[in-house]
């Protein structure tokens, strides 16, 4: 086994904690508990879903939260739809406990990270479609 594939592994019980991003490298931040845990860097085409509905991906970069921005801009000050959506889950992760219940590291690099929250809701993407 790999040391890559080692580490996916060693995930599985983490909790998740944190999505961010430096530039267009995506960071997600996992804890075995309180102490140090690991952290993913992606520089490559990734997505955050639940069930069928992508949270997260890099192509929100190329977006302004809000409307009228120059989007050069906002990937400057940090305030495209993708800071906005890492906001929110890492809001979500800080009130639920989201568990690695599953990894897979395959080939060509490919990384699947599934997890489970205690608190899991039903809610909707972006805010503004005026659902529930």
Not at 24 to 34: E, T
Not at 46 to 52: A, K
Not at 94 to 102: I, K, L, Q, Y
């Amino acid at each position: 086994m790999s040391a890559i594939a080692a580490a996916v592994r060693a995930l599985a019980g983490a909790r998740l904690t944190e999505v961010r991003r430096v530039a267009n490298l995506a960071i997600v931040v996992f804890r075995p508990g309180d102490g140090p845990g690991w952290t993913i860097h992606a520089q490559c085409p990734f997505r955050v879903t639940h069930g069928d509905v992508i949270l997260l991906g890099p192509r929100d970069l190329n977006w302004p939260r809000e409307r009228g921005i120059d989007r050069d801009e906002a990937f400057e000050n940090g305030t495209t739809k993708y800071d906005a959506q890492a906001e929110f889950l890492t809001a979500r992760f800080a009130t639920s406990d989201f568990r690695v219940t599953g990894t897979e590291f395959g080939p060509g690099g490919r990384l699947a990270i599934e997890a489970t929250g205690d608190g899991e809701g039903h809610f909707v993407y972006p805010e503004a479609a005026g659902h529930d």
